[in-house]
């Protein structure tokens, strides 16, 4: 009997440091039971992002602390780009936690 593995519809994405989806078919291709259990997956992962967002908020205070202490102009424009960066994480990982459940699933197909 094959089992069903959810965690294979979802690809880790090395930038956000979880899991998002990542279907390879319709998600109405699926059995209910199937969605049922990648929605579960999905909220399981869903339910780590608050710390990855606090984990780029301190990422992104050490950054604006150096950045207070830096002269050297190509420096202030690296941490600078790095700070809009680990923003940018936050922002995305903020949209995919208020995706309703199975439209977080859906949209990323």
């Keep these: 009997m094959k089992t069903f593995a ?17 279907l ?5 291709a699926f059995t209910p039971s199937e969605q049922s259990e990648m929605i579960y997956y999905w909220e399981t ?14 990422e992104i205070v050490a950054l604006q602390q150096r950045l207070d202490d830096e002269e050297r102009f190509d420096v ?3 941490l600078t780009w790095e ?9 995305d990982l903020h949209l995919l936690f208020r995706l309703n459940q199975d439209v977080a699933v859906k949209a990323h197909h």
Excluded: T
């Design 45 to 58: 992962v869903r339910g780590r992002i608050p710390d990855r967002i606090f984990a780029f908020e301190k």
């Design 83 to 91: 700070i809009a960066d680990r923003a940018s994480r936050i922002n």
């Design 6 to 22: 959810p965690e294979r519809h979802f690809a880790y994405d090395e930038r956000l440091g979880i899991p998002v989806p990542q």
């Design 24 to 28: 390879r078919k319709d998600w109405d």
């Design 76 to 78: 202030v424009c690296d």
